[in-house]
């Protein structure tokens, strides 16, 4: 990856906006929108700098001297970090970044995600987030919670977040829902290529509590596993390590 993507609370914090004609309204739009309090380039509790300037060079650099982590308008090489294009389905928030690349393939990205994903996806992360002391009852194990939450989720669930009517099902799929199956499963690489994943194969490794792989897996495939499942490479004379949840067996064709 380029960059870490951090979702920044700005609610009363004074941020630096330093812009002029219409890419400096519209900074200033995005931050009034997050709450952020606009000052200028004197304040010295501020830690964030907007720029947007015809000639920012010199500027830049003393904001930069100072400490502070500065944006500049359509400068990717100025910028200590980039603002993404935002879906914005509150409290859902999506972001689309290519680094300060290419904004307009941002924007188109995140334009399709807009036709995909239904206006009540903010109402069924709400709901959700209500449920939470419910959910840590019904399932205590937080590996049986996450697996119920994940077959919930899938496409086709009782909650897929791409139909509109899961936000009012919470409360009957709480009620009824079983924990997700754990168990192994295991199966042979196409390539090193992880687009060529199957469907079953791609939502197997988000779901995976460990992952077991060949010598020889490439870190992009396994990149495609949640962050927090057990990796474990496959030697001979070396037990696999045992999981309550969901193990993936990964091989190399």
């Not at 500065?70 to 294009?85: G, I, Y």
Request: with cysteine; proline share 4%.
């Amino acid at each position: 990856m380029h960059s870490l993507p951090l979702f920044h609370r700005l609610t009363d914090t004074k941020v630096i906006l330093l812009a002029e004609g219409e890419a400096g309204e519209a900074k200033r739009r995005l931050l009034e929108r997050a709450g952020a309090v606009l000052v200028g380039e004197d304040d010295k509790a501020a830690r964030l700098a907007f720029v947007a300037l015809e000639a920012p060079e010199a500027l830049v650099k003393q904001l930069k001297v100072r400490g502070l982590l500065v944006n500049v308008t359509d400068r990717p090489e100025l910028c200590d970090f980039t603002v993404p294009s935002l879906l914005d389905r509150g409290p859902v928030l999506i972001a689309v970044g290519t680094g300060g690349v290419s904004a307009g393939l941002a924007k188109a990205l995140r334009m399709r995600l807009e036709a995909l994903l239904p206006a009540s996806l903010g109402q069924l992360a709400e709901r959700l987030g209500a449920a939470r002391a419910m959910l840590r009852t019904r399932w205590p194990d937080a590996g049986e919670r996450r697996r119920a939450l994940d077959a919930a989720l899938a496409a086709g669930g009782r909650l897929d977040p791409l139909r509109a009517e899961s936000a009012n099902a919470v409360a009957g799929w709480l009620e009824s829902a079983e924990a997700g199956s754990g168990g192994v499963v295991e199966f042979v690489l196409a390539s090193d290529d992880p687009d060529d994943l199957t469907l079953r194969q791609a939502r197997w490794l988000g779901a995976a509590d460990l992952i077991a792989y060949e010598p020889g897996v490439t870190f992009a495939v396994l990149n495609r596993a949640r962050a927090d499942a057990i990796r474990q490479e496959l030697r001979n004379g070396v037990s696999l390590a045992r999981s309550a949840g969901l193990t993936v067996i990964i091989r190399r064709g």
